[in-house]
């Protein structure tokens, strides 16, 4: 079966950096794009960034744009989120996901995601 496992999360201050990884097992990694989202309390699943099955092709939320990168390691099965700058609204849970859906226009969706990690808290102080 598929597994994601998520880890890097921790306490950082506003300012700071953290790289969060997600290995990934049970699946052709290299025959899908994977994305990362976050929830915080009281708050809907957003999506944060998206990563084509070849790792060419990136996608990012405006609120993470320029501080947050993702990439793909195909010969690793892992995926990462490089975060700088973070700010206290970054607190959430982080999730990897691994993408089912076709559509460029979906690819925000939760919903084109069909499995998940448990995920990893990220917390930062002002």
Do not use: H
Not at 22 to 46: N, V
Not at 92 to 109: E, F, K, P, Q
């Amino acid at each position: 079966q598929v597994q994601l496992v998520e880890s890097g999360g921790g306490l950082v201050q506003a300012g700071g950096s953290l790289r969060l990884s997600c290995a990934a097992s049970g699946l052709t990694f290299s025959d899908y794009g994977m994305g990362w989202f976050r929830q915080a309390p009281g708050k809907e699943r957003e999506f944060v960034a998206s990563i084509s099955r070849s790792g060419i092709s990136t996608y990012y939320a405006d609120s993470v744009r320029g501080r947050f990168t993702i990439s793909k390691d195909n010969a690793k099965n892992t995926v990462s989120l490089q975060m700088n700058s973070l700010k206290p609204e970054d607190t959430a849970v982080y999730y990897c996901a691994v993408r089912t859906g076709a559509a460029l226009s979906t690819i925000r969706n939760p919903t084109q995601y069909a499995y998940w990690g448990q995920g990893t808290q990220v917390t930062v102080s002002s």
